[in-house]
């Protein structure tokens, strides 16, 4: 079996260790219901038709058929729960399987809310309207990261991504994985690298806590899953707006109403009929009664992923190639008119700035030698030595491109202005 039967102990843990300030009544609180498990089971609280005094966790029992990686991805609305089940899992697999937690808002670093809001004006970063933000070139790197570390995992032990040293999200990604005792770091020949703490002596559970209030997003990390032959499972909190609105304002308003309002409405819930990918999927009440069967429901299904990981596409090298002929050549064609704008506007501002015809000409041939410098990156999927993965999303490859090309571009037109003044 994949997990010894829990404690009544373990569980109550479990459910007094993250006690928010202002708790919900027990009816909406899902630690309350874990804890209301515990006491019916210990002839403490009412007993529910067809509950058994017996041990919750012995009806949570599963197999240990299979060793290897499985991720469990959390979706639901703000305030639908998601961190309070994500914080319960670790220790409910325990003792027989490990688990790594990665929420998306601890990891993508603030610098992340000031780029959409200077993209998309003063747009929440969880606001389904910011599709064409900066946002979404956060959340494609961090899969990168992710991918990373679950190559790493099953391959050398060693985490590491060529030219991402400097990069505040990766800082971010390595710090949650070293306060999880996932990872230690030591350098090598100058190069930081990363050991990974774990072994595959009992199965790995890779829980990611966001929204992923779109299709598209879960099918993203889907097809990561996908590539690198993992079990998968999705857990979608279903809340009512009212308590996710209650709950939200109970925690201080980490997201705004207006922007819960507007998931809400945008949010799409899981599909088998339609998406066979999503046949993994379990859609969980969070609003009144927490289900002991529900839990059971869970263990089993990741039971089954794990001894049943997905399975990678046939490759077909020739559609492939064909494929990302294609995607290059649309990436570089957007790319290359983003730098064409970018440049126009930088020298309409030199202009306005009184900068001096030769100094114009000059600042001309140094964005027209950045652009086509970058281009010439584009071309061999390549930024400062850091390959790009592609997810078969253009605008994710052209957003990275015109954010380097615009970083570079403003420190070149400040040198210009600063000497010229």
């Not at 007094?16 to 300030?21: I, M, Y």
């Not at 688990?99 to 929440?124: H, K, M, N, R, W």
């Not at 390595?174 to 005792?181: A, G, M």
Request: proline letters at 5%; one cysteine or more; a neutral charge.
């Amino acid at each position: 079996m994949l997990s010894d039967p829990l404690s009544y102990s373990s569980i109550l843990c479990v459910c007094l260790r993250f006690k928010p300030a202002s708790a919900d009544p027990p009816c909406c609180s899902l630690r309350s219901r874990l804890l209301r498990v515990y006491l019916e089971g210990r002839g403490r609280g009412p007993r529910r038709p067809g509950f058994s005094r017996r041990s919750f966790s012995s009806q949570c029992r599963m197999s240990a058929g299979g060793c290897g990686v499985c991720l469990c991805l959390v979706a639901g609305l703000p305030g639908a729960g998601k961190t309070t089940l994500t914080r319960c899992l670790p220790e409910l697999l325990q003792p027989r399987a490990q688990s790594v937690v990665l929420c998306y808002d601890d990891v993508i670093p603030g610098e992340a809310f000031q780029a959409v809001t200077q993209a998309d004006g003063d747009l929440s970063t969880d606001n389904p309207s910011g599709t064409d933000s900066f946002w979404k070139l956060y959340r494609h790197k961090l899969l990168v990261y992710i991918e990373c570390l679950i190559q790493a995992i099953n391959e050398n032990g060693q985490l590491s991504l060529s030219g991402s040293e400097n990069d505040s999200m990766w800082q971010c990604f390595i710090e949650s994985l070293k306060q999880q005792q996932i990872i230690s770091g030591e350098t090598q020949h100058g190069v930081q690298k990363y050991s990974i703490c774990i072994t595959l002596s009992k199965p790995l559970v890779i829980i990611l806590d966001d929204n992923f209030y779109y299709q598209s997003m879960r099918h993203e990390v889907y097809q990561m899953v996908r590539r690198n032959s993992i079990g998968f499972l999705q857990l979608f909190l279903e809340c009512p707006l009212e308590l996710c609105l209650k709950r939200n304002h109970e925690r201080g308003c980490l997201v705004d109403d207006e922007t819960i309002i507007l998931m809400s409405a945008k949010i799409q819930p899981p599909d088998p009929a339609k998406n066979a990918w999503e046949k993994n999927s379990i859609i969980l009440n969070n609003s009144e009664n927490f289900m002991e069967d529900e839990m059971q429901a869970v263990f089993s299904l990741l039971d089954s992923s794990i001894e049943n990981p997905e399975k990678p596409l046939e490759e077909n090298n020739e559609q492939q190639e064909r494929d990302r002929a294609i995607c290059a050549a649309s990436a570089l064609h957007q790319a290359d008119q983003a730098f064409r704008r970018s440049v126009s506007q930088s020298m309409k501002t030199a202009k306005a700035k009184n900068l001096s015809k030769c100094n114009l000409k000059l600042l001309s041939q140094e964005l027209n030698k950045l652009k086509a410098e970058i281009l010439e990156d584009l071309r061999h999927l390549n930024f400062q030595s850091n390959p790009i993965k592609f997810y078969g999303d253009v605008d994710v490859i052209v957003k990275e491109a015109t954010h380097e090309f615009d970083q570079r571009k403003e420190k070149i037109l400040r040198n210009f202005l600063k000497s010229s003044s």
